[in-house]
């Protein structure tokens, strides 16, 4: 059974900073994209930053480039996202999500991904 735990949930001040990681097991990681998506309340969920297996590419969406960084240790089964210069509307829950057969390319679509975590909650205070 694929479980995807997150931790580093919490309460910053604006232009503070926060790491995030999820813990993977069950599956095989190092054949496994991963991301991270995150979801306000009232919204939808939107995609933040995801790696390939390989951490060879990584892709981010506009609103956090330059202040977010995906990364992943293969050794520990886990990704991480450093969160730096956060701001107010970057409060959400943010999830991780895997999965080992999607392309590059769709890498940013939630509906892509067949494993996804608890969440864990990012609150940025202003």
């Known amino acids: 059974q694929v479980q995807l735990v997150e931790s580093g949930e919490g309460l910053v001040q604006a232009g503070g900073s926060l790491r995030l990681s999820c813990a993977a097991s069950?599956?095989?990681?190092?054949?496994?994209?991963m991301a991270w998506f995150r979801q306000a309340p009232g919204k939808e969920r939107e995609f933040v930053a995801a790696?390939?297996?390989?951490?060879?590419?990584?892709y981010y969406a506009d609103f956090v480039k330059g202040r977010f960084t995906i990364s992943r240790d293969n050794a520990k089964n886990t990704v991480y996202l450093q969160m730096n210069t956060l701001k107010p509307e970057d409060t959400a829950v943010y999830y991780c999500?895997?999965?080992?057969?999607?392309?590059?390319?769709?890498?940013?679509?939630?509906?892509?991904?067949?494993?996804w975590g608890q969440g864990t909650q990012v609150t940025v205070s202003s």
């Open positions: 790696i390939s297996w390989s951490g060879g590419r990584t």
């Open positions: 069950g599956l095989i990681f190092s054949s496994n994209n």
């Open positions: 999500a895997a999965d080992g057969s999607i392309t590059l390319g769709t890498m940013t679509l939630a509906e892509r991904y067949r494993n």
